[in-house]
Nanobody
Framework: QVQLVESGGGLVQAGGSLRLSCTAS????????MGWFRQAPGKEREFVAS????????DYIDSVKGRFTISRDTSKNTVYLQMNSLKYEDTAVYYC???????????????????WGQGTQVTVSS
């Protein structure tokens, strides 16, 4: 059974930082792209960032560019999202997602991801 487990969420003041982690079990994601999505109350889930299977290609939504960094450690089967200069509007449940294809590239389309974590809450106080 494949599981993605996120951690690292919490309550932080605006301007602060958090690092989210997503550790996979049951399957290696060393050859698959990974992504982070988020869903704020009353809004649809949106793409945040993705990283290719090699870790050399990244994509971010404009609102987090320069503040968030996605990375991965294939030896730990883990992907990270470093979030700096957090803003109130970053408040959401953050989800980790993994693609099933080998040598896959990142995608902004949530339907391209087969595996999902349960989500971790990030709350930024203004």
């Amino acid at each position: 059974q494949v599981q993605l487990v996120e951690s690292g969420g919490g309550l932080v003041q605006a301007g602060g930082s958090l690092r989210l982690s997503c550790t996979a079990s049951g399957r290696t994601f060393s050859y698959s792209a990974m992504g982070w999505f988020r869903q704020a109350p009353g809004k649809e889930r949106e793409f945040v960032a993705s990283i290719s299977w090699r870790g050399g290609s990244f994509d971010y939504i404009d609102s987090v560019k320069g503040r968030f960094t996605i990375s991965r450690d294939t030896s730990k089967n883990t992907v990270y999202l470093q979030m700096n200069s957090l803003k109130y509007e970053d408040t959401a449940v953050y989800y980790c997602a993994g693609r099933s294809g080998t040598w896959s590239s990142g995608s902004r389309d949530s339907s391209d991801y087969r595996y999902w974590g349960q989500g971790t809450q990030v709350t930024v106080s203004s």
